[in-house]
């Protein structure tokens, strides 16, 4: 039986966050003179996304990983694990255009209620995967339900 599943961050998708980020930065250059709110906001906002992509291509700190306790995701910033009997299952959702797998935490889950609240208030998930790594998020979302099927036991339902 396989240990872990490890889900790396996509260089393709990294590539694209440059270009996007690149492409608004120079276009809030160009609004500066015009707008100089439009201009500075858009070159700041976008501005950091190419650290973030540079993170993602090049990083090892940029990953998904799964094992028998639960899930893993890591990014340069923060690491957050959460195990399989906290969590009731996962969906693909849609969110203005942006595919994510919704993470549904259990009733009475404790851990990090005020982010998770926030998070809820503003999206209306409590918790979410989102589109960065190397695989499909169908053939995400299928390994988080083998995964959590497997290991979650009886009190996770």
């Known amino acids: 039986m396989q240990e872990t599943v490890y889900f790396p961050a996509s260089k393709k998708k990294a590539a694209l966050l440059l270009a996007g980020s690149i492409g608004f930065v120079l276009l809030g250059y160009w609004l500066r003179n015009e707008s100089p709110i439009v201009g500075w906001a858009s070159m700041l906002f976008f501005g950091l996304g190419i650290p973030v992509s540079f993170f993602m291509a090049f990083s090892k700190k940029f990953y998904l990983l799964l094992d028998n ?45 005020l982010l998770r609240g926030a998070a809820r208030a503003v999206s209306g998930l409590e918790g979410a995967i989102g589109d960065s790594y190397a695989a499909s998020l169908p053939a995400i979302l299928d ?3 083998d995964w959590h099927q497997r290991f979650a036991g009886p009190s996770a339902a």
């Open 69 to 113: 306790q639960g899930f893993e995701m890591a990014s340069p910033i923060k690491t957050v694990r959460i195990g399989w009997q906290d969590v009731v299952g996962f969906d693909l959702v849609s969110m203005n255009g942006a595919k994510m797998i919704a993470i549904h935490y259990r009733e009475g889950y404790e851990k990090q209620r």
């Open 143 to 145: 390994a988080l339900r």
